[in-house]
């Protein structure tokens, strides 16, 4: 069982591109990275050479010895026995933050061999880069992020048949209400992909079982292999902190007021003692960062609050099971459950509008009266986003917006079918994957 991941289309695009530089596909670990790049060398090259410089660590030592690529080409045609060749041979360089050296001969196969295709895949190359000693190719490479599942392409493989209707109700030319027969389809499909999240293995082993207790095991496998990096990557004094930070994430989340708090990790705790573990998370993309703003202008991101901030992770489906909540629990609408829904919505509409636009999202608050879960500028225009679980979601905090910033367009996700009244788009929770497709309409 295979997810068909969209990101093979600019995978494909960017080998056909007359302008192509080396690539460096982004993403955090167990999102699929190394399985879409041999997936791109089998579908459009005729072979490709394979290296994990953190597996096969006896490579470093030839990239220490020389940048050339011709000579580095000649190593790995002997070494993997592979016949490489320009245009048909995709060379993959796995972990590549593991061999500093790797990464700077990019530069070098950009300026004198840049017919030879080369991709290279990082879990956690953004904080390899912040170490001391490290370089980068600047100018030299392009860049993807590949990140966790979306529930479209979820659904792909969950419900065929309603994904099939999606697609087509997508390229439609207007804006209608979804069909109630589909409507109520595409409400439960959504609550599955929130409980099973957007890990490939946990929704491979979940479809292919319907059993949930073989998914929540691929997922504390998951989360328990996270920790282990933490010691693998990071000074020995920095432990602690970040595995106390870690461990108590997502209990900043199960507050009403989200903001992230240091005394929630742990008693008479500082900015300062945590600032360093909290960029590690980000950068590792385990989690996503959402400042606060207070008042709007252009551009939106001179307007945040350094020191006011929401932690969320990556996956939906990791925070459910760092809560111990089982998928019953969501699935059956159990009402000890409705503390967290929230929560969970949230993070589920910012991974997909962390996928659509970037991680320049903020949230906005006027002091004490209203707070909007995600706001974000798309050219000259700022969107307010609105967040809710429920079927008939309370609009105060977003009224008191619309009222004071008279925005050209609002959204708010919900469980409510499509509708449109003025500036304001009811989107259901199932459409968001779908955000900047729909904006254009």
Not at 304 to 322: H, M, V
Not at 366 to 389: C, D, H, M, T, Y
Request: proline share 3%; charged share 25%.
């Amino acid at each position: 069982m295979k997810i068909k991941r969209d990101i093979l289309n600019d995978l494909k695009r960017w080998k056909e591109s007359c302008y192509r530089k080396p690539l460096v596909l982004q993403g955090a670990r167990q999102v699929g990275k190394s399985f879409i790049l041999k997936q791109l060398g089998m579908q459009y090259f005729e072979n490709y050479c394979y290296v994990n410089f953190d597996f096969e660590k006896e490579h470093k030592a030839e990239f220490a010895l020389t940048k050339d690529p011709t000579r580095i080409v000649s190593y790995l045609t002997a070494v993997k026995g592979i016949d490489i060749q320009p245009e048909k041979t995709l060379i993959i360089f796995d972990e590549i933050q593991e061999c500093n050296d790797a990464l700077n001969c990019l530069k070098y196969f950009r300026e004198l061999m840049p017919k030879q295709a080369v991709v290279c895949a990082g879990s956690l190359l953004g904080v390899a880069l912040k170490r001391e000693g490290a370089s980068f190719p600047v100018g030299n490479v392009d860049f993807l992020t590949l990140y966790p599942v979306s529930f479209k392409e979820f659904l792909a493989l969950y419900n065929e048949k309603l994904s099939q209707f999606l697609d087509n109700y997508i390229v439609a030319k207007t804006l209608e209400k979804v069909p109630e027969i589909f409507h109520t389809q595409l409400i439960d499909a959504y609550k599955v992909y929130l409980c099973c999240g957007g890990m490939p293995e946990t929704i491979v082993r979940y479809l292919e079982n319907r059993d949930w207790e073989e998914s929540d095991t691929v997922n504390n496998q998951i989360l328990t292999a996270y920790t282990l990096d933490f010691a693998k990557h990071i000074d020995s004094k920095d432990i602690p902190r970040l595995l106390r930070l870690w461990q108590n994430i997502q209990d900043n989340l199960a507050k009403e007021d989200r903001k992230f708090k240091y005394s929630l990790i742990e008693k008479n705790a500082r900015g300062r003692d945590y600032e360093n573990s909290i960029e590690w998370l980000v950068l590792s993309g385990l989690v996503n960062r959402v400042f606060e703003i207070n008042t709007l202008r252009l551009p939106i991101s001179s307007c945040k609050n350094s020191n006011a901030f929401k932690l969320y992770l990556a996956d939906s489906g990791l925070l459910r099971t760092k809560f111990r909540l089982t998928p019953t629990t969501i699935l059956q609408g159990d009402r000890l459950f409705t503390e967290f829904k929230g929560v969970l919505t949230e993070n589920y509409v910012l991974q997909s509008l962390v996928r659509q636009f970037g991680n320049d999202i903020f949230y906005w608050t006027s002091g004490n009266q209203a707070e909007i879960e995600f706001v974000f500028q798309l050219s000259e225009r700022i969107i307010p986003i609105e967040a809710k679980s429920a079927l008939s979601p309370k609009a105060k905090s977003l009224s008191e917006y619309r009222k004071k910033y008279l925005p050209e367009l609002s959204i708010r996700f919900s469980l409510k079918n499509v509708e449109k009244n003025d500036d304001l788009l009811n989107l259901p929770l199932y459409l968001a994957d779908y955000t900047k497709t729909l904006m254009k309409k």
